[in-house]
């Protein structure tokens, strides 16, 4: 059976979620900027992400919140992270208590040091809570909207609506696996971000494929070991959000987090590198999250904090990569 699906956001992920749910179901897409909906409504492309896409008929997009969200049974929040706060804190006062939330941000708010998931049930009405799911995973945009194979991960505590999802969602090149651990699957989305700068960084002063593989498999205990601090499971890190994140988001070309690496890396400034992006880095933020928070549970995170010197200028990558290489030796499973 159909179902009214509403995508808040109309950012690349938005885009492509709503072209994938549009296949079985009746979708509304919300744009902040009216002419974005304006002009999706008008030339059925989105004039700023993903434009070669053609959108379906049975999109409708909207600046309006409130038409957006009515009579909307599943919600996508694909916005920001430095978002999620204002734009789901006007959204709960008018969504259905009995819809299920979906949300696809990766992110820690800075000011909080909060998940999106603990975020989401700071601003919506408590009856909202248990319907919140989250959505993590090896998935770029644009594969998604090209209809490539891909894999996620969806993360409820209540495992009904997490499936309820899954069934609305999947289909024979967008498969959905559901997981009851909501910290973990949403830390590891989070912190891959972190990781792939500095693998990025490491790659742009071409360091070689070891280092790589050395960056990636300590940035990944990293993301356990704060994970664990947190409540979460040390095994979801190895699957779809955690391990399968860190590797497509340190390797592949579309990653904008790496892609900032690669440019600090070759020399550039971040305010440069920053300026010329029309997408949002989500790892920049986040790195100073996680440091701030990794800070007051007393995690020892030295790639994230090795990160955040590099962002702040405060050494140099070829110093913050040295750093790493002369800290004290001690076994792997610290």
Not at 17 to 38: C, F, G, N, S, Y
Not at 154 to 168: D, F, G, H, M, N
Not at 256 to 275: A, K, T
Not at 311 to 323: H, I, K, S, Y
Request: charged residues 20%.
């Amino acid at each position: 059976m159909p179902t009214p699906v509403a995508v808040l956001g109309a950012g690349s992920f938005g885009t492509c979620l709503a072209v994938l749910a549009a296949r079985e179901h009746d979708v509304t897409i919300w744009a902040r900027d009216p002419e974005t909906a304006e002009s999706i409504e008008r030339e059925r492309r989105n004039p700023r992400y993903l434009n070669d896409i053609e959108l379906p008929d049975n999109i409708k997009a909207t600046a309006d919140l409130n038409e957006a969200l009515t009579d909307r049974e599943i919600v996508i929040c694909a916005v920001p992270s430095h978002g999620v706060r204002e734009v789901m804190g006007r959204a709960g006062k008018v969504m259905d208590p009995n819809a299920i939330l979906v949300s696809t941000v990766k992110g820690i708010e800075v000011e909080t040091g909060m998940t999106m998931h603990r975020v989401l049930e700071d601003v919506l009405p408590e009856a909202l809570h248990p319907r919140i799911v989250c959505l993590s995973g090896p998935s770029f945009a644009r594969e998604i909207a090209e209809q490539k194979p891909t894999a996620v991960t969806l993360a409820c505590r209540e495992e009904s609506y997490a499936i309820a999802v899954q069934t609305a969602l999947s289909c024979p090149w967008f498969r959905c696996y559901t997981h009851d651990d909501v910290v973990g699957v949403e830390v590891g989305g989070a912190l891959k971000n972190v990781v792939a700068i500095a693998v990025g960084i490491c790659d742009g002063l071409e360091t070689g494929m070891n280092a790589r593989a050395g960056l990636m498999t300590r940035g990944l205990r990293e993301i356990t070991r704060l994970g664990q601090a947190l409540g979460a499971n040390p095994l979801t890190f190895l699957g779809l959000s955690g391990m399968g994140d860190l590797v497509l988001t340190c390797t592949g070309d579309l990653s904008r987090n790496r892609n900032v690496g690669l440019e600090i890396g070759r020399g550039r400034g971040l305010d440069e590198i920053v300026g010329s992006m029309n997408q949002v880095a989500e790892g920049i933020r986040t790195t100073f999250a996680v440091c701030e928070l990794a800070t007051r549970l007393g995690v020892d995170m030295p790639i994230a904090f090795g990160v955040r010197q590099i962002l702040l200028g405060e050494v140099d990558p070829q110093a913050g990569g040295m750093a790493l290489m002369i800290r004290q030796l001690r076994s792997e499973n610290e």
